[in-house]
């Protein structure tokens, strides 16, 4: 199984700040890294796809990049409401693995 | 476009539980699903795939043998049959769907559902 290794686990962040989290795989997965956001009692949302695919309807102060085995999520100016837990999940193979989450608090 | 998960609850180790997901608002029959889970306090867990008819169905190896994934495409519903269940199983479920038809490399989920709990104890 691929395993994804996010860091921070836990990042102290206030409204306007840069934040970047990483996201590293065991072994090479090209692009194939996508990224979620997780919010208590919410669904899941897909921010980005296949490493650096923006989905529609996300705000443009989130990007993505990177392939092989490392990869980044980059929040340009930290919104309120970006206040959440963000997983990178590979879709290279079975079975699809997520990191262990990056929380981000005030 | 929707998803909504039903059949959660509390059950006793060793028993039984099928969780249901309805979907709505795009071709259900167009599309692999799957269903995650997140104990609670932890992290994502994804635990079965199927194909768009249902002739390709994968499971996380912790599941094998106990948990059957399983889809109605006249109903556009999403079904996980649990059986012998653990205080380990014990999580909110997530029904999300896939990109394309089967579980293949470079498809994500794209749309997911609020999840249901499924609380293992005795």
């Known amino acids: 199984d691929i395993q994804l290794t996010q860091s921070p686990s836990f990042l102290s962040a206030s409204v306007g700040d840069r934040v970047t989290f990483t996201c590293r795989a065991s072994q090479s997965i090209s692009v194939f890294l996508n990224w979620y956001q997780l919010k208590p009692g919410k669904a899941p949302n897909l921010l980005i796809s296949a490493a650096s695919t923006l989905q529609s309807g996300v705000p443009s102060r989130f990007s993505g990049s990177g392939s092989g085995t490392d990869f980044t999520l980059t929040i340009s100016s930290l919104q309120p409401e970006d206040f959440a837990t963000y997983y990178c999940q590979q879709s290279y193979s079975i079975p699809r693995t997520f990191g262990q989450g990056s929380k981000v608090d005030i | 476009v929707q998803l909504v998960e039903s059949g959660g609850g509390f059950v006793q180790p060793g028993r039984s539980l099928r969780i249901s997901c309805a979907a709505s608002?795009?071709?259900?029959?167009?599309?692999?699903m799957n269903w995650v889970r997140q104990p609670p306090g932890k992290g994502l867990e994804w635990v079965a795939g199927?194909?768009?008819?249902?002739?390709?169905?994968n499971y996380t190896d912790s599941v094998k043998g106990r948990f059957t994934i399983s889809r109605d495409n006249a109903k556009n519903s999403l079904f996980l049959q649990m059986n012998s269940l653990r205080a380990e199983d014990t999580a909110f479920y997530y029904c999300?769907?896939?990109?394309?038809?089967?579980?293949?490399?470079?498809?994500?989920?794209?749309?997911w559902g609020q999840g249901t709990l499924v609380t293992v104890s005795s």
């Open positions: 999300a769907k896939g990109t394309l038809s089967d579980i293949l490399t470079g498809s994500w989920f794209d749309i």
């Open positions: 608002g795009f071709i259900f029959d167009d599309y692999a």
């Open positions: 199927i194909s768009w008819r249902g002739g390709s169905v």
